[in-house]
């Protein structure tokens, strides 16, 4: 298990590494998403998404894959307890000025 694990971490840290030409679109377009932990708690995190004008469909998916390789990163599982997360109905997710925020918590972290 930890050798797959070890694989999974040093496959998406390879992956953040990559160009320009070969960032990942999701429905379509590009997105810049980021995942960073809340303020002492290193399993809990937020991640931003914009533009979501350009598809709520793609920011969502843009948001889910950043938050995967977060806790792929921090600590070995895509597993994800969403507070806040893609699959709350529409017009229950936090969009303000064009920028969507996720939360969760990475479950493994302890």
């Not at 995190?45 to 995967?68: D, N, R, Y």
Request: glycine share 8%.
């Amino acid at each position: 298990m930890k050798i797959w694990t070890s694989l999974v971490v040093g496959a998406v840290l390879v992956a953040g590494c990559t160009s320009a030409e070969d960032r990942i679109l999701f429905d379509g377009q590009l997105y810049n998403a980021k995942a960073r932990k809340v303020e002492r708690q290193f399993d809990v995190f937020s991640v931003m998404v914009k533009p979501v004008s350009k598809s709520l469909k793609g920011a969502l998916e843009a948001g889910t894959h950043e938050a995967i390789v977060f806790c792929v990163n921090a600590f070995g599982s895509s597993d994800i307890i969403w507070t806040a997360g893609p699959d709350v109905p529409e017009n229950q997710l936090n969009i303000v000025k064009d920028v969507l925020t996720l939360q969760g918590r990475c479950p493994n972290a302890r």
